[in-house]
């Protein structure tokens, strides 16, 4: 399989590169067009600031080739947050892939911290992006009795909307992770989540 991961300015890379390989993958880290939307499977990683992140992918036209492309996308941490509409993060548009603003956590009580940092559950899961794993769903105080831990580390979260495909509670509820057609993203790290990060990758590159 042909896997290319898109290389732009921001962080956490490597440690998507070193996660594939430990599925039997060797993927291709790239920033060429050509190279990209020939790939079965293209990954789209991220840690660092919104703005800085467009500003480097309307330079190089990567917004228009990830836009355009028709095959399997997963996007991670910014990644989820780039393929929406606009990010209060440096108040900047983004690739409009997702009809929806990525918004700052505001604190509402003394251990709301700003990043949320750590494992968090995941609930109310959806599409084949999670098979075999435990669905656990919402109780009345909105946390999953039974639900698969994952690893988070941001200070700007997506709403909850239409295409929300797995929900974590963090301040509030919000989207651990969204799809659209053939656009899946996480706000997540899978390839820091160990066992259950390990399984959501399996399934995006079987989908």
Known sequence: MNV??????????YSVV?????????PLLTDDAAEIRKADR???????????AMDYLRQR???????SLRQPVLGICVGQQLLCRHSEEGDVDCLGIFDVDVRRFQPKRHEDKVPCMGWNKLYDLK???FKGLVCGKANETGIAEKAPYVYFVHS??????????ATADYVLPYSAAIH???????????????AVGEQILKNFLEL
Do not use: M, W
Not at 18 to 26: D, I, S, T, W, Y
Not at 156 to 165: F, G, H, R, S
Not at 180 to 192: G, L
């Open 4 to 13: 290319a991961i898109v290389k732009y300015n921001a962080g956490n890379i």
């Open 18 to 26: 070193n996660a594939l390989r430990r599925l039997g993958v060797e």
């Open 42 to 52: 293209v990954l789209f990683p991220g840690q660092g600031e919104a703005r800085g």
């Open 61 to 67: 036209r990567l917004d228009e080739v990830i836009r």
């Open 127 to 129: 599409t084949p992006l």
């Open 156 to 165: 700007y979260y997506v709403p909850t909307c239409a295409e929300t495909i």
């Open 180 to 194: 659209r057609d053939n656009f899946y993203a996480c706000q997540f790290h899978p390839e820091k989540s160990g």
